[in-house]
């Protein structure tokens, strides 16, 4: 990978990797009577290790020129990789805290052990690490073969991917030791933001930069969508970060904002985190990989675009929908409903598109488990968007909030239609990346299928009886006009659903290992085929494709 | 006039609306419009071009 860059690029990434350290350095010195002094040997050990690396392969021959005729898949190959780690971490971390709840000893007394620090990385872990990285990976294969161009400069895709990284490295420490703003989704502290702020700015640059150089007169609809994801994340991540720390030696900061206030700006940030890193970004991999491995155009370019617009102006409204019955104005919260119910056509607009496009490729999903991981996660992504919109209604809401039925819709999201979407994207595009005619074991891409569809069936269903039962005994009166049921009550009542629940994600953290082997048995293929000397490669147009470009 | 939470009301609930109608029209115009068709076929088309795969 190393030596794939310039000599100069590798001078640069010494220089920008030295002057984090040198950052790194101060923060451990400045904070040494704080949390963040942790954190400051951390960005140190993490930058030294990239000098590390790069200072090892320093020497080695510069890489041809003709490089610059083919497309550049090093960061998307890396990023593949990254994202499998997190996944593994993260949903590991997922099925702890969902035994948790069961077998509450499991915290083994140790505070960085304890239910409110393991959540987030869990969290995090699948959010930022698992489904950040497939992003990045991801977006940088699409924008480049549909652009028809190659990506401006080398440096740049390797500092967002590892930059990034180190960000979700400091979330997920921070959580461990308790560094949080309790802020759904933002919990990293304001040095984590600032530095992620960066990463980001850089990474939609790339996306600009490579777009101007595009061969294509069009921009295929994905890369819409990736980039509404990129910039729209960073406008929300800037606004809800806003925060003016205690000292710079200090990890701990203060909103901006108060009270109510504080709470919609969070929800705003907290629901179009969902919208736009959970949906916007999955939808340019479903609007790519989809068509591309079922062989068919989608069905409708149109309603793609129709559906972007929607779901861009549409979903920026409906945050307020997670502050029902609370201070929040009336009319506020009602907006947030009303939009939410007129998001659904944009939404089952993208759904209907993606399994329209199968119509006459059923066969290829019958025979096919990484087609069939995209076609059942468009029809979840139509299942937990039609469930939102229903959720968000104020009286619906009533019963569902702060029950699990929350947990299990927001799941019923996460594995069937993002993970789902990742898996089968990565599942398509590992062969491609390392040049290989089909994965290493279409048989465990089987097995790997029925794990996660298992797993997520039982969850969600554990999860819609829990929250139900516990949304009902919380809202039961007696004759006399007291509440029937005490809290304790109600939390015996979960306990079989817990157990449900832990295993459904076992399940899925089983698939998750059993993709990882897979794909990373494929790297060894191709690295056993390169040593044999076989390589081939595709290249970016090299001329305007249309007359007149 | 002063500018208090009445006024954001106000806007909201009016030139929020008009925008938002007036961005519905646009999108479906601009994505109906009949010369955008071939522009559009081309590129749902364009993502088969070249293949990925090695060999092909």
Same mark, same amino acid.
């Given at each position: 990978? *190393?030596?794939?860059?310039?000599?100069?690029?590798?001078?640069?990434? $010494?220089?920008?990797?030295?002057?984090?350290?040198?950052?790194?350095?101060?923060?451990?010195?400045?904070?040494?009577? !704080?949390?963040?002094?942790?954190?400051?040997?951390?960005?140190?050990?993490?930058?030294?290790?990239?000098?590390?690396?790069?200072?090892?392969?320093?020497?080695?021959?510069?890489?041809?020129?003709?490089?610059?005729?083919?497309?550049?898949?090093?960061?998307?190959?890396?990023?593949?990789?990254?994202?499998?780690?997190?996944?593994?971490?993260?949903?590991?971390?997922?099925?702890?805290?969902?035994?948790?709840?069961?077998?509450?000893? $499991?915290?083994?007394?140790?505070?960085?052990?304890?239910?409110?620090?393991?959540?987030?990385?869990?969290?995090?872990?699948?959010?930022?690490?698992?489904?950040?990285?497939?992003?990045?990976?991801?977006?940088?294969? +699409?924008?480049?073969?549909?652009?028809?161009?190659?990506?401006? !400069?080398?440096?740049?895709?390797?500092?967002?991917?590892?930059?990034?990284?180190?960000?979700?490295?400091?979330?997920?420490?921070?959580?461990?030791?308790?560094?949080?703003?309790?802020?759904?989704?933002?919990?990293?502290?304001?040095?984590?933001?600032?530095?992620?702020?960066?990463?980001?700015?850089?990474?939609?640059?790339?996306? @600009?930069?490579?777009?101007?150089?595009?061969?294509?007169?069009?921009?295929?609809?994905?890369?819409?969508?990736?980039?509404?994801?990129?910039?729209?994340?960073?406008?929300?991540?800037?606004?809800?970060?806003?925060?003016?720390?205690?000292?710079?030696?200090?990890?701990?900061?203060?909103?901006?904002?108060?009270?109510?206030?504080?709470?919609?700006?969070?929800?705003?940030?907290?629901?179009?985190?969902?919208?736009?890193?959970?949906?916007?970004?999955?939808?340019?991999?479903?609007?790519?990989?989809?068509?591309?491995?079922?062989?068919?155009? @989608?069905?409708?370019?149109?309603?793609?675009?129709?559906?972007?617009?929607?779901?861009?102006?549409?979903?920026?409204?409906?945050?307020?929908?997670?502050?029902?019955?609370?201070?929040?104005?009336?009319?506020?919260?009602? $907006?947030?409903?009303?939009?939410?119910?007129?998001?659904?056509?944009?939404?089952?607009?993208?759904?209907?598109?993606?399994?329209?496009?199968?119509?006459?490729?059923?066969?290829? +999903?019958?025979?096919?488990?990484?087609?069939?991981?995209?076609? /059942?996660?468009? /029809?979840?992504?139509?299942?937990?968007?039609?469930?939102?919109?229903?959720?968000?209604?104020?009286?619906?809401?009533? $019963?569902?909030?702060?029950?699990?039925?929350?947990?299990?819709?927001?799941?019923?999201?996460?594995?069937?239609?993002?993970?789902?979407?990742?898996?089968?994207?990565?599942?398509?595009?590992?062969?491609?990346?390392?040049?290989?005619?089909?994965?290493?074991?279409?048989?465990?891409?089987?097995?790997?299928?029925?794990?996660?569809?298992?797993?997520?069936?039982?969850?969600?269903?554990?999860?819609?009886?829990?929250? @139900?039962?516990?949304?009902?005994?919380?809202?039961?009166?007696?004759?006399?006009?007291?509440?029937?049921?005490?809290?304790?009550?109600?939390?015996?009542?979960?306990?079989?659903?817990?157990?449900?629940?832990?295993?459904?994600?076992?399940?899925?953290?089983?698939?998750?290992?059993?993709?990882?082997?897979?794909?990373?048995?494929?790297?060894?293929?191709?690295?056993?085929?390169?040593?044999?000397?076989?390589?081939?490669?595709?290249?970016?147009?090299?001329?305007?494709? *249309?007359?007149?470009? | 006039?002063?500018?208090?939470?009445?006024?954001?009301?106000?806007? &909201?609930? &009016?030139?929020?609306?008009?925008?938002?109608?007036?961005?519905?029209?646009?999108?479906?115009?601009?994505?109906?419009?009949? &010369?955008?068709?071939?522009?559009?076929?081309?590129?749902?088309? &364009?993502?088969?071009?070249?293949?990925?795969?090695?060999?092909?």
């Amino acid at each position: 990978m *190393v030596s794939g860059l310039t000599v100069s690029e590798r001078r640069l990434a $010494l220089v920008i990797a030295g002057l984090i350290a040198v950052c790194g350095l101060a923060m451990a010195i400045v904070g040494r009577n !704080d949390l963040i002094g942790a954190h400051g040997f951390i960005v140190l050990a993490f930058s030294l290790g990239v000098i590390a690396l790069v200072a090892t392969r320093y020497l080695d021959p510069e890489p041809p020129e003709d490089r610059l005729s083919q497309y550049y898949d090093d960061p998307t190959k890396a990023g593949i990789v990254l994202a499998m780690i997190w996944a593994v971490i993260g949903m590991f971390f997922g099925v702890w805290v969902a035994a948790l709840l069961a077998w509450p000893d $499991l915290t083994f007394d140790a505070a960085w052990a304890s239910f409110g620090r393991l959540r987030p990385v869990h969290t995090s872990g699948v959010i930022f690490g698992f489904g950040g990285n497939a992003l990045i990976a991801t977006s940088l294969h +699409v924008l480049q073969r549909t652009s028809r161009a190659r990506l401006p !400069d080398q440096f740049s895709p390797w500092f967002v991917l590892i930059g990034y990284n180190l960000f979700c490295v400091l979330a997920a420490s921070g959580y461990f030791m308790g560094v949080t703003q309790s802020k759904e989704y933002a919990e990293p502290e304001w040095y984590a933001d600032l530095w992620l702020v960066i990463v980001w700015v850089v990474y939609f640059l790339i996306y @600009i930069r490579t777009l101007q150089r595009r061969k294509e007169p069009h921009i295929y609809v994905a890369n819409w969508y990736y980039m509404a994801f990129i910039l729209v994340v960073a406008i929300l991540h800037i606004v809800n970060n806003l925060a003016v720390p205690v000292s710079l030696g200090h990890a701990k900061s203060y909103s901006l904002f108060s009270g109510v206030q504080d709470a919609m700006t969070q929800w705003w940030y907290g629901h179009n985190a969902v919208a736009f890193f959970l949906t916007a970004g999955f939808l340019g991999m479903m609007y790519y990989y989809l068509p591309k491995r079922a062989g068919r155009p @989608i069905f409708s370019y149109r309603l793609s675009i129709i559906s972007f617009w929607g779901i861009t102006f549409m979903y920026m409204w409906a945050g307020s929908h997670h502050l029902h019955y609370t201070a929040l104005p009336q009319w506020v919260q009602t $907006l947030g409903m009303t939009f939410s119910i007129v998001l659904l056509v944009p939404s089952w607009a993208s759904a209907g598109n993606a399994l329209a496009t199968l119509n006459g490729a059923w066969h290829k +999903v019958r025979d096919d488990a990484t087609l069939r991981f995209m076609m /059942v996660a468009a /029809v979840f992504y139509g299942l937990s968007t039609f469930e939102g919109s229903f959720m968000a209604i104020r009286a619906v809401n009533s $019963l569902s909030h702060y029950t699990d039925w929350t947990i299990g819709h927001v799941h019923a999201g996460a594995l069937g239609w993002v993970a789902m979407i990742t898996f089968g994207s990565l599942y398509a595009l590992v062969p491609w990346m390392w040049k290989q005619e089909r994965i290493y074991s279409p048989a465990l891409v089987e097995v790997h299928f029925w794990l996660a569809l298992i797993g997520t069936i039982i969850y969600v269903f554990a999860m819609w009886n829990s929250g @139900i039962i516990q949304g009902l005994m919380w809202r039961t009166y007696n004759d006399s006009g007291t509440l029937a049921y005490s809290f304790i009550d109600s939390l015996v009542a979960m306990r079989p659903y817990y157990i449900a629940r832990t295993v459904g994600g076992l399940f899925f953290f089983a698939g998750a290992v059993v993709a990882s082997y897979n794909i990373w048995m494929t790297i060894r293929m191709s690295r056993r085929a390169e040593a044999a000397g076989r390589d081939t490669v595709d290249v970016p147009a090299s001329a305007a494709l *249309v007359p007149g470009e | 006039m002063t500018f208090d939470h009445q006024t954001l009301v106000a806007f &909201s609930k &009016s030139w929020g609306l008009f925008y938002l109608i007036a961005l519905a029209a646009v999108v479906l115009v601009y994505a109906l419009w009949p &010369s955008n068709r071939k522009r559009f076929d081309r590129a749902k088309n &364009s993502i088969f071009n070249k293949d990925d795969r090695p060999g092909d």
